[in-house]
C-alpha cells in the first residue's frame, strides 16, 4: 500500500469510528457527557473538543504546506484555537455537525494528496511559537495517532458508562489482498 493509500485509509478510519462515538455518545445525556471522569480532558465532551481542537490546529498548519491544498480552504477560515482544552462545543448535537463537517474535509484532503507532497520537511510552530521543521510524512501520521489515541479514551469513557461503542479495529477496513 502507498502513503497516499495509507493516509486515505486512515482518514476513512477516522469518519467511521468518529460516527460510532458520536452516535454511542447521542445516548448519553449532557449531564452524563460533561461530567468529570477524571480522565485527561476530565469528561467524555472534554476529550472530544481536545480532539476536535487538535485536529483544527493540525489542519491549519498543514494548510500551509507549499501545495496549498484547496480542500483545507474551509479550515483556513476557522479561528486559531487558544489552548489545547478550549471547548468548541458544550453540547454533542452541535458538536456532532462539526466533527462530521470536519471529517469529510480530512477526506477530501487526504485524497488530495500526492506521494511528493509527503517529501521533505514541513516548517510549523507550536501553539507556544516554538518552530520545528519535521517530515510531512511523519507528521501527518501523528495527526491520525493523535486521533486514534484520544478516541481510545473516549470509547473507554463510553464503556464505564455503560455504552457499547462496538469493533473499533483499523482491521475491519484494511482491503484485502488476494495472493496469486
Not at 13 to 39: F, I
Request: glycine share 4%; net charge negative; hydrophobic share 40%.
Amino acid at each position: 500500500m502507498s502513503r497516499t493509500s495509507h493516509i486515505c485509509l486512515m482518514a476513512t478510519y477516522n469518519e467511521w469510528m468518529s460516527a460510532k462515538v458520536y452516535a454511542a455518545a447521542k445516548g448519553l445525556s449532557d449531564e452524563e457527557l460533561s461530567a468529570d471522569r477524571k480522565a485527561f480532558f476530565g469528561s467524555i465532551l472534554g476529550t472530544l473538543n481536545h480532539l476536535a481542537v487538535g485536529d483544527t490546529i493540525w489542519l491549519k498548519r498543514f494548510a500551509k504546506h507549499p501545495t496549498n491544498h484547496l480542500a483545507l480552504e474551509p479550515v483556513r477560515q476557522l479561528p486559531d484555537p487558544k489552548s489545547l482544552d478550549q471547548w468548541l462545543f458544550s453540547n454533542i448535537r452541535e458538536f456532532s455537525a462539526y466533527r462530521e463537517w470536519l471529517d469529510r474535509i480530512i477526506i477530501k484532503w487526504a485524497q488530495s494528496i500526492t506521494e511528493s507532497d509527503l517529501d521533505g520537511p514541513f516548517n510549523y510552530a507550536n501553539m507556544k511559537g516554538v518552530v520545528s521543521d519535521k517530515d510531512f510524512y511523519s507528521l501527518v501520521m501523528h495527526f491520525f495517532n493523535h486521533q486514534t489515541h484520544h478516541r481510545g479514551q473516549v470509547t473507554t469513557l463510553l464503556s464505564q458508562a455503560g455504552v457499547d461503542v462496538g469493533d473499533t479495529d483499523l482491521v475491519v477496513l484494511i482491503p484485502s489482498e488476494s495472493r496469486t
